[in-house]
């Protein structure tokens, strides 16, 4: 249960001068109710400080097994409806979100044909795994950027190529691991000066390699419903 800071507010960030705020919030279809209910009044408290002191809202909902359960396999087949579901219910007007930062809805270590998911099982083919792209975002009725989760920059440019295949109208990202978290062992080994060397080479193909894929997202302020455009499927 993700509890706010009780000395801070939306209007007190402002102050110090943040021109925007972004809340995460861990969330599942299969949490108890009466847990979610709780979580969704803390959006709408934080969505309605936001519209009042006039600072853009960053909703970011997180998938999870609440039972703690479930293999990686399983949870891979389940996350689509996960991601979907949070989309959905955070779209909703109450909650006053201006972008949603969501999941990625597929688990590339499970999708068929991808190199991660060489000596797995797979959860879905190629198609079915565009079809829950399109599915979960189908369900928003807000702007949505990606977050990468932590993977390595190669898996988190696949999963965009996937969704600009899909043809979603996600409308960038917003991540930070998958582009520099290489560069700690480098560092860890060889001190200082290598992770520099790293982050002006490596690091830097980095952030080009997405910004190549992103110059196909679909800008917030032309983001239309009901999501998918017929042309782009």
């Known amino acids: 249960m993700t509890q706010l800071m009780p000395s801070w507010t939306v209007d007190r960030l402002k102050q110090e001068g943040a021109q925007g705020i972004k809340l995460l919030i861990y969330y599942s279809p299969f949490e108890d109710p009466e847990l979610n209910q709780q979580k969704q009044t803390m959006v709408q408290q934080v969505g309605?400080?936001?519209?009042?002191?006039?600072?853009?809202?960053?909703?970011?909902?997180?998938?999870?097994?609440?039972?703690?359960?479930?293999?990686?396999?399983?949870?891979?087949?389940?996350?689509?409806?996960?991601?979907?579901?949070?989309?959905?219910?955070?779209?909703?007007?109450?909650?006053?979100v201006d972008i949603l930062k969501v999941e990625i809805p597929v688990d590339l270590h499970f999708t068929s044909g991808t190199r991660w998911s060489e000596g797995h099982e797979t959860a879905y083919s190629h198609q079915e795994a565009l079809a829950l792209y399109r599915r979960a975002a189908q369900a928003a009725r807000r702007p949505f950027?990606?977050?990468?989760?932590?993977?390595?920059?190669?898996?988190?440019?696949?999963?965009?190529?996937?969704?600009?295949?899909?043809?979603?109208?996600?409308?960038?990202?917003?991540?930070?691991?998958?582009?520099?978290?290489?560069?700690?062992?480098?560092?860890?080994?060889?001190?200082?000066?290598?992770?520099?060397?790293?982050?002006?080479?490596?690091?830097?193909?980095?952030?080009?390699g997405i910004n190549d894929i992103l110059a196909l997202a679909c800008s917030w302020k032309n983001f239309r419903q009901p999501g998918i455009s017929p042309d782009k499927t």
Do not use: H
């Open 145 to 208: 950027i990606y977050l990468s989760a932590g993977v390595s920059s190669a898996q988190f440019r696949q999963s965009l190529e996937m969704a600009v295949e899909a043809g979603v109208p996600f409308s960038g990202i917003l991540c930070g691991r998958a582009t520099w978290q290489e560069g700690i062992p480098v560092y860890a080994r060889e001190g200082l000066s290598a992770l520099e060397d790293w982050l002006s080479t490596s690091g830097v193909s980095n952030i080009q």
């Open 48 to 96: 309605a400080e936001c519209v009042e002191q006039d600072v853009p809202f960053f909703l970011e909902p997180v998938g999870y097994d609440p039972g703690g359960k479930l293999s990686r396999l399983e949870y891979a087949r389940q996350k689509s409806e996960v991601v979907t579901a949070g989309i959905r219910e955070f779209s909703q007007d109450q909650y006053q």
